[in-house]
């Protein structure tokens, strides 16, 4: 009965158990998958608007907010003292004393 029990605890080799590989995303190969495209041929978010310089304040406004929805335009004079803290959702928009934009708007 000896022989029996030490022939039943001969330890056997396991098999390794298997994992499912885990899944990997591929690294981003262009700037604009980088900024959160995931198609490498669509163009990166818009971050700068240069063809609102020239229109009137309220105009470039209209138009920004067209085009990133949700965005915070500041409106502010070119001489103005600023804090210089960087927000994505902000869009500030610098402006002349007849308050025609006078620099490209920004996200910033």
């Given amino acids: 009965m000896a022989e029996e029990n030490q022939s039943t605890n001969v330890p056997t080799q396991e ?6 590989p885990t899944p990997t ?5 262009t700037y604009g998958q980088l900024l959160g495209g995931s198609n490498p ?3 990166a978010p818009k971050r700068e608007w ?10 470039a406004e ?6 990133k929805p949700g965005a915070h335009v500041q ?7 600023l804090t ?6 902000r869009v500030r928009v610098f402006v002349d004393e007849s308050r025609k934009v006078e620099r490209p ?3 910033g």
Avoid: H, W, Y
Avoid at 15 to 20: A, K, Y
């Fill in 50 to 59: 240069p063809e609102l310089v020239g229109l009137a304040a309220e105009e």
């Fill in 41 to 43: 041929n669509t163009a």
């Fill in 84 to 89: 210089m803290d960087f927000r994505e959702d």
């Fill in 15 to 20: 098999q390794p158990v298997e994992s499912p």
């Fill in 105 to 107: 708007p920004r996200i």
């Fill in 75 to 81: 409106v502010v004079q070119s001489s103005c003292f």
């Fill in 25 to 29: 995303l591929p690294l981003p190969r």
């Fill in 62 to 67: 209209k138009k920004i907010k067209e085009e």
